[in-house]
């Protein structure tokens, strides 16, 4: 698609608001979870909202990053690889983004030298100003277009100052000057740090983050101070002043127990109410009910379970933040607390008596993965789970590795293993998709997105989807090879869930384990707060009642 000013055209009445943020001192202040909030206080309100991220990195996607560099990489319906924050949008405001709501600067600058080449800018010197940054703004603006929205909340990644993200502040910046004042809302977000030995709180750093911001032309409508308790009114002064805004636009985002509790107290302080009359929207009550109780259920929960999640990307928690929050999630609808440990997996490779160590805990949770590193970790923890009956969830290489544990160790396939981890194995149970043989370019050509899937009736899996037929989202190169699918079925592994044309196996699990679950998709992805996707549903009520010395699994 070529993107110009012109080409984009509002069909409604009433005029896109559009929302944007920005953050400054340092990274990870928590721009998506206010942007997320933002959203959520908008909708409590009954207005319609999208969100985009931008991430001013040159990658055209995540899509080829390895999660240590930048988090999980986020799935989108239309199979878009995206960036962690489109998950805690899609959470927060229950939203089913599209890969067009993450902007890149590799994307943005592969469209404008795609339209170089083409001709389309008729000989002209091609420049960041105006070329790229009316690229940026015409996606923001389809955006806008495609979603029938009243709000769009545009999060600009990285922080206030950074090279890479100035022609995105460029852009912003000159969005106000086509939609206008009242139209455009700025939101900068910094950090106010407490000193640990006078215990002051220090505005400085927030004030050279906004004389940064003002530099580069943008005046911030409203300032969200990021601190480890609510700001005093010294500190709100101070704020209010040096960045030339009325103190009652002033905000803090203070620690919480969790997250989804950031909407509630932002709006407490006046902020929902406050971008309603700054953008001209209605004044309208807010509505928090259902928000509410999910969010009491993870604060007063009734019980705990401790799940032991064997990764190799254990290191870093934003590596696997989608399902770190489905488990959360599935734990509210139980009222559970779930106390999640990150345990590498090559811990069990080096001290195989390790693994004994999963008897202390309520279940076991063996995530994705890539490559060799760590695999045969997993597959002793999953032996574990599998012989000592604890509750067992594996998503996509977790369950490829549970296909493969079951073939060595139940079928008696000696060296059983996936070919992407050795090539030659004599019993290659997981193997390379026949459509995947031959590809080269590594970014966006794995089988991706949302598919279909038909579940076999009296099975576990039809229990908790309660349907014959489900979407889940994707992302993998590998699957099930069924030449060994005879085999495994007759030795008592039951695959509940395939593709359409029944040729991909999709959901596995064993009737004689008191839990015992895997799939090849992510349902972490389609997970909601109030709404769990059901295999994270079924695991975390299986581990509670497990604990509980129920004799099965008692499913709603």
């Known amino acids: 698609m070529n993107f110009t000013e012109k080409d984009v055209t509002y069909p409604r009445q009433r005029k896109v608001k559009y929302v944007f943020v920005t953050g400054g001192v340092l990274s990870s202040v928590g721009k998506g979870v206010i942007t997320s909030s933002i959203g959520r206080m908008l909708q409590a309100r009954d207005f319609k909202v999208t969100a985009v991220k931008i991430d001013p990195y040159v990658n055209v996607d995540a899509g080829t990053m390895n999660p240590y560099m930048h988090g999980e990489v986020y799935v989108t319906d239309d199979g878009g690889e995206t960036d962690l924050d489109l998950g805690g949008y899609e959470r927060f405001l229950d939203l089913n983004l599209k890969k067009e709501n993450n902007i890149t600067t590799g994307i943005v600058f592969k469209a404008v030298i795609e339209k170089e080449r083409r001709g389309n800018f008729l000989g002209r010197c091609v420049q960041i100003v105006p070329h790229v940054t009316n690229e940026i703004k015409s996606r923001i603006r389809t955006v806008a277009k495609h979603s029938d ?41 910094a950090l106010v740090p407490i000193l640990d030995i006078t215990r002051e709180m220090k505005t400085k750093p927030l004030q050279h983050s906004v004389n940064e911001l003002r530099r580069i032309g943008i005046q911030p409508d409203i300032i969200v101070a990021r601190c480890t308790k609510m700001i005093n009114s010294e500190a709100l002064r101070k704020i209010a002043l040096f960045g030339t805004i009325p103190e009652n636009a002033v905000f803090c985002s203070y620690n919480v127990n969790t997250i989804y509790q950031v909407p509630l107290i932002l709006d407490k302080q006046g902020m929902g109410d406050f971008i309603c009359r700054r953008l001209g929207l209605p004044q309208r009550e807010s509505d928090y009910k259902e928000w509410t ?7 007063d929960p009734e019980n705990e379970v401790k799940v032991a999640l064997v990764g190799k990307y254990a290191g870093l928690e934003d590596s696997y933040i989608s399902m770190n929050e489905a488990l959360k999630i599935a734990g509210a609808t139980c009222r559970t607390k779930v106390v999640v440990q990150y345990i590498e997996a090559e811990k069990f490779e080096k001290n195989p008596k390790e693994v004994e160590m999963l008897r202390n805990f309520n279940g076991v949770f063996v995530p994705y993965g890539f490559g060799p590193r760590g695999t045969e970790g997993k597959i002793m923890a999953i032996k574990f789970a599998r012989e000592n009956n604890i509750p067992f969830l594996g998503i996509c290489y977790g369950f490829q590795m549970a296909v493969t544990e079951f073939a060595r160790h ?69 699957e099930v090879n069924l030449d060994y699918l005879a085999r495994m079925e007759k030795n008592g592994l039951v695959f509940s869930g395939r593709s359409t044309d029944g040729r991909r196996m999709e959901i596995l699990e064993l009737p004689n384990r008191f839990f015992f679950f895997a799939s090849q998709f992510h349902g972490e992805f389609k997970s909601r707060p109030g709404r769990p996707d059901p295999e994270y549903y079924g695991f975390i009520k299986a581990c509670l009642d497990k604990k509980l010395g129920k004799t099965k699994p008692e499913f709603r």
């Not at 990285?158 to 004042?181: C, H, N, S």
């Not at 109780?293 to 604060?299: E, R, T, Y």
């Open 149 to 189: 929205v009243d709000v769009v909340l545009t999060e600009v990644g990285g922080t206030v100052g950074d090279i890479e993200g100035l022609p995105f502040l460029e852009a912003i910046r000159q969005m106000r000057l086509k939609e206008g004042y009242e139209n455009t809302l700025y939101v900068h977000i």
């Open 293 to 299: 109780v999910f969010v009491n259920n993870l604060l």
């Open 410 to 478: 139940v079928c008696h396939l000696e060296n059983a293993n996936s070919t992407e981890i050795n090539p030659n194995t004599p019993h290659p149970v997981i193997d390379l998709m026949p459509e995947q043989r031959g590809i080269e370019n590594k970014g966006a050509t794995m089988r991706l997105g949302a598919h279909k899937i038909i579940v076999k009736p009296d099975t576990t899996a039809y229990t908790l989807y309660r349907n014959r037929e489900i979407y889940e989202r994707h992302r993998h190169r590998f």
